[in-house]
């Protein structure tokens, strides 16, 4: 019982604060249609009820998935089955990401189905799957992160030169909707058990950050190999209106029947590969797999609740809200609603709570939870502003953004401590959590359908780039903080 109000709190600190601005931003200056808002409330409760089911069922079925199969692989002893399992498991854990589907499911619905949703889920999780293998053989073989993290954000660079702004936007958004609350505690868990293959026994902190980073770049660059293998430059997008107009009830039940097939689809292989593990190799008792197979009923039924209370009302409010405001004469208040629903989104995410916690017991206390909680709430409320800004002036582009930040963010890696450099790169995806994939994603999206000479597809998208973007240069400038603090300590004593 403690275990579900633990994890109840957490979702309610996530998810209330963007239901109390909706209902000012009602009352005040974005009057929303009364059905609409009523499906936003019964879509925040399914998400509140949902997000803790799910978190849950995390926590008791997919998670000791995890550590098993990296036990078991790591007694083999033999690289080539850490990346063919590194494969397959990265494919078809991104592939249940609830994260990922909702951008997948905006990407399909934005383009009127030419991009179809099972097509960014599947070409988004096999990149995803690629990367994996090649971070846990970083594990194992102790390749240096921040050498490996230049490498790939360099095939990026190059690639984004051939990419079209569409695919740009979706491709950085992608990786930061990947690494969410399912694949994330999977990828960790897993790489605490390959870790054990490492020849040597001693256990570094580092060794516990990166691999996420690692494997989120298969998002990115899978997405730029798709945009310039099929040359698709004229694809264009808009927000659909139907949703506006459909009965409340009707939403519900639609949006049901197909999540639950799609969520069915999703899990069905984990729970195959669990099983043929468990015959083979785990031999858990009885009671152990009960456990685990009640834990993944639990992460079912919560996904299901959680998707549909996004699809059928939850992001309806976010492009509505963000239609209005941009609609109003000054502009400011669009950019300025931004910066609070990127601070609030930030400060109600439960694994930036885990993240700073993290930070501070690594460091033993020498860094503050505090100062890392400032660092990043201001960081992003900024970039969810700057986004804005771009959706406002047209000839703004998205790389001129991200060029910029990556390139000081990958500079910043030779300079900082190397713990924090996995730390900050982990981090982009722990700050774009399920509110900025949802909601936020949505509100900037409504937001370029009312700004004229914006697109949807160009501008509409990017927002979740920009808010994974910004903990990769705060948190290593606060890293770079640290490292000049205690050489000046040092030198004093």
């Not at 997948?104 to 960014?120: C, N, Y």
């Not at 069915?264 to 292989?269: E, H, I, K, Q, Y």
């Not at 009923?297 to 309806?316: E, I, K, P, S």
């Not at 990043?376 to 804005?388: C, M, N, R």
């Amino acid at each position: 019982m403690n275990v579900i109000i633990s994890k109840l709190k957490e979702v309610l600190y996530s998810v209330l604060p963007i239901t109390v601005i909706v209902l000012i931003l009602h009352f005040t200056i974005s009057p929303i249609d009364t059905a609409l808002l009523i499906r936003f409330l019964i879509g925040a409760v399914l998400i509140i009820f949902g997000l803790t089911v799910f978190l849950i069922g995390v926590d008791i079925g997919i998670t000791p998935i995890g550590n098993l199969l990296g036990s078991t692989i790591a007694k083999t002893n033999k690289i080539w089955i850490v990346i063919i399992f590194g494969i397959i498991l990265g494919f078809f854990i991104s592939v249940a990401e609830p994260d990922l589907h909702i951008l997948a499911e905006q990407v399909s619905s934005v383009t009127s189905g030419l991009i179809s949703k099972w097509s960014i889920v599947g070409i988004v999780s096999a990149g995803i799957s690629i990367m994996l293998s090649v971070g846990l053989m970083k594990i194992v073989y102790n390749f240096p992160l921040y050498k490996l993290l230049t490498i790939f954000y360099g095939i990026i660079l190059a690639l984004s030169i051939f990419t079209t702004p569409e695919f740009l936007a979706i491709s950085f958004d992608a990786s930061g909707a990947t690494t969410g609350a399912l694949t994330v505690p999977f990828i960790l868990s897993l790489a605490i058990g390959v870790s054990k293959l490492k020849k040597d026994s001693k256990s570094s902190e580092k060794d516990s950050f990166g691999l996420v980073s690692i494997a989120s770049t298969g998002a990115i660059i899978s997405i730029m190999v798709m945009s310039i293998l099929s040359k698709a430059d004229n694809v264009t997008g808009n927000l659909s209106q139907e949703t506006m107009t459909t009965s409340i009830l009707y939403s519900f039940l639609h949006e049901f029947s197909n999540v639950a097939v799609e969520v069915s689809l999703a899990l069905f292989p984990i729970i195959l590969i669990f099983i043929i593990f468990q015959k083979a190799s785990f031999k858990l008792s009885n009671r152990a797999v009960r456990k685990i197979l009640f834990g993944i009923l639990f992460t079912f039924l919560g996904l299901v609740m959680f998707l549909v209370g996004v699809n059928a009302g939850f992001m309806d409010v976010g492009s509505t809200i963000g239609y209005n405001i941009a609609s109003l004469d000054n502009k400011a208040y669009v950019i300025i609603i931004g910066f609070i629903l990127g601070v609030v989104t930030i400060l109600a995410e439960p694994a930036v709570y885990v993240l700073t916690h993290q930070i501070e017991n690594v460091t033993s206390g020498y860094v503050s939870r505090k100062a890392v909680m400032i660092t990043l709430t201001i960081g992003v409320g900024v970039a969810v502003a700057l986004s804005i800004v771009r959706i406002l002036i047209p000839e703004l582009q998205l790389w001129q953004y991200l060029l910029p930040g990556y390139v000081i963010s990958i500079a910043l890696m030779y300079f900082v401590p190397k713990l924090f450099v996995g730390i900050a790169f982990d981090s982009g995806g722990v700050a774009s959590g399920p509110m900025t994939a949802t909601f936020i994603l949505a509100y900037a999206q409504g937001a370029a359908e009312a700004t004229e000479g914006a697109s949807v597809l160009v501008d509409g998208f990017g927002i979740i780039s920009m808010v994974a973007m910004t903990p990769l240069i705060a948190l290593q400038l606060l890293g770079l903080f640290y490292k000049v603090k205690t050489k000046k300590e040092y030198r004093e004593v």
